[in-house]
């Protein structure tokens, strides 16, 4: 009996090994800056992708015959550009099957190069050099306008909407902060305007005063500072600090966060700034709003700009995983360029060097503190 009774255990054993084996992990990776003054942007987006991910495993998705498991491999750039290729590499590595990030162009570029060649599929939600899709790798992504989009639709509304006639330009000297600047500064020209003065910082600054004295001699309309909300906000305290409380301030998708209304400390030239977005407002994205509810009550307070792009990066990943009935990168990654996918943000399709179709863009200002779409 006793010997009958270890035979069923064992058998049970073998079937339930079994059961086991149909399944499979599949590893997503994230990198975006965990650490230092940008880390509250890569908190955001990781959450957008492990939401997905939390997503995707409710729903019980088959892949070449066997029920997939989805697990997140997260990973900190410190938007460093080093770090940056070193992380990639690690995912590399781990034999991810595809990766969402990175969210600084000064990190993504380089990392591109590491992930074409271990033939791993990316897709950033944030990062906006044009730089990024020239290579032509046919593992490089992006679900977000760039910053040709940005720079441009800053500059026809400083010129045409506000009728201003000089601008200085102010950027932090990275890949995203002097792209962005440069094409406001070539779309400004076009349209009549002058630059007065333009200044370099870091984006490890934070004392703006010598910069901020140079540029205000010359009496300009606005600023526009290519660079991110961490130098943004004590910038703007520095302007008021200084008198520029008439000087508009413009800038992209780095500054144009619910943080830069805390980072400014209450400072007046708040009401001042006009920020563009890659995509629409949240009202206006297709399932926005009611993603954003749900986003709020599993990450309370911590939602900044790019998190419904990395979550739709994620699905977009699977779906063309699902379409190629395959996790392998080698086999699915041709299917990416074929995407039609109806995401929280848009309906997502891709140019043929990876760039988003019709990308959207919205612009913003701060009423009462508060981050208000124009358009």
């Not at 009728?163 to 406001?184: H, M, N, P, S």
Request: aromatic share 8%; with cysteine.
């Amino acid at each position: 009996m006793q010997m009958k009774l270890k035979l069923t255990v064992v058998a049970l054993a073998a079937v339930t090994g079994l059961a086991v084996a149909q399944d499979a992990v599949v590893k997503i990776g994230h990198v975006g800056p965990m650490s230092g003054s940008q880390a509250h942007y890569g908190k955001d987006n990781e959450n957008g992708t492990r939401m997905a991910i939390d997503d995707l495993n409710t729903q019980n998705v088959v892949i070449g015959g066997k029920k997939i498991k989805f697990e997140i491999v997260a990973e900190d750039d410190a938007a460093d550009p080093k770090q940056g290729t070193a992380v990639a590499q690690k995912l590399c590595d781990a034999k991810v099957s595809g990766v969402v990030g990175h969210l600084n162009s000064g990190t993504t570029i380089p990392a591109s190069k590491v992930y074409n060649d271990c033939g791993i599929p990316h897709i950033t939600g944030a990062a906006t050099n044009p730089n990024l899709t020239k290579p032509g790798y046919k593992t490089t992504y992006r679900i977000i306008a760039n910053d040709n989009a940005l720079g441009a639709g800053l500059a026809f509304y400083a010129a045409d909407a506000l009728k201003l006639k000089k601008v200085a330009i102010i950027d932090d000297r990275t890949a995203y902060g002097q792209g962005v600047a440069e094409v406001f500064k070539k779309t400004a020209l076009t349209k009549g305007m002058t630059v007065v003065d333009e200044q370099f910082t870091t984006d490890k600054a934070t004392d703006f005063m010598a910069i901020l004295t140079a540029v205000k001699s010359k009496n300009p309309d606005a600023v526009f500072y290519g660079g991110m909300d961490a130098q943004g906000g004590p910038m703007l305290r520095q302007m008021e600090q200084l008198g520029m409380s008439n000087v508009k301030f413009f800038g992209g998708d780095g500054i144009c966060t619910a943080e830069i209304a805390k980072l400014a400390g209450g400072a007046k030239t708040l009401n001042n700034v006009v920020c563009a977005e890659g995509g629409a407002s949240l009202a206006k994205m297709p399932g926005g709003e009611a993603w954003k509810k749900r986003y709020d009550a599993k990450y309370p307070g911590q939602f900044q700009i790019y998190s419904p792009y990395t979550y739709d990066a994620t699905f977009v990943l699977v779906d063309a995983m699902k379409r190629a009935n395959s996790t392998d990168p080698k086999v699915y990654t041709p299917e990416l360029i074929k995407t039609n996918y109806k995401g929280v943000t848009t309906t997502i399709a891709f140019e043929p060097n990876g760039e988003l179709k019709n990308p959207a863009i919205t612009l913003y200002v701060y009423k009462d503190g508060k981050k208000s779409a124009l358009n």
